[in-house]
């Protein structure tokens, strides 16, 4: 139980794009979904918390027109990098809580890398 | 302000040479304090959540326990693919997000 997926695992993109990463709760309803970016040998950066049907609550430093998060159902939340540049690049990791499964405990999906060229 | 150490900030066992890794908080109040597993390239894996003072859980080769100022995550016996780095949380209160730790990189050598 609390398996969380995100897709895609890897992308790489041109300067200037955008990219959407998604991230499910697949056996349990989640309330809540964090947004986290890890660079390497460092740990989380909390970027965004979003709850389902709310605008996403962003953290100071994380510009909200770049990272726009859309939490649309219990089950799914998305990430979109928008017009994304090198300094982008970097392993950004989903987590979702669920009101009845787990309590507080926050439980990660598999991460997604991004490479802006 | 809500921090978190965690210590050593890397270690290197021989495989079967137990150890313990510190999770050092200063919050106002804990609500919870969760312990993770995380491999390179991959999200962290949940591994224990601990509330109170004097608390301890047991997982296969780890057990983690609580008092009012620091966690420690013990390792008795570990094998190689115990190599991971280990991360610590703690929430203050319900709802609010979690503090992480910078974790420990754990290395066990065969």
């Known amino acids: 139980g609390a398996v969380v997926s995100q897709h895609p695992s890897r992308v790489i993109c041109k300067s200037g794009t955008s990219v959407k990463i998604e991230c499910r709760s697949l056996?349990?309803?989640?309330?809540?979904m964090f947004w986290y970016r890890q660079f390497p040998k460092q740990s989380l950066m909390l970027m965004a918390t979003s709850n389902e049907g709310s605008k996403a609550t962003y953290e100071q430093g994380v510009e909200k027109d770049k990272f726009l998060i859309n939490h649309a159902s219990l089950t799914l939340s998305t990430l979109t990098v928008t017009s994304a540049h090198p300094e982008d690049s970097s392993f950004y990791i989903c987590s979702a809580r669920g009101a009845v499964v787990g309590g507080e405990t926050q439980y990660f999906g598999p991460g997604t890398r991004l490479l802006v060229l | 302000e809500d921090q978190v150490t965690q210590s050593p900030e890397a270690l290197r066992l021989q495989e079967g040479e137990s150890s313990s890794l510190n999770c050092s908080y200063t919050v106002s109040g804990l609500r919870g304090l969760f312990w993770y597993r995380q491999d390179p390239g991959k999200g962290p894996e949940f591994l224990f959540t601990l509330y109170s003072a004097g608390e301890e859980k047991e997982k296969e080769r780890l057990k983690a326990t609580l008092t009012k100022k620091e966690s420690f995550l013990h390792i008795t016996a570990p094998k190689p693919e115990d190599s991971a780095t280990y991360l610590c949380?703690?929430?203050?209160?319900?709802?609010?997000?979690?503090?992480f730790g910078p974790g420990t990189r754990l290395s066990v050598l065969p």
């Open positions: 056996d349990f309803q989640a309330t809540t």
């Open positions: 949380a703690v929430q203050r209160n319900y709802g609010q997000n979690f503090v």
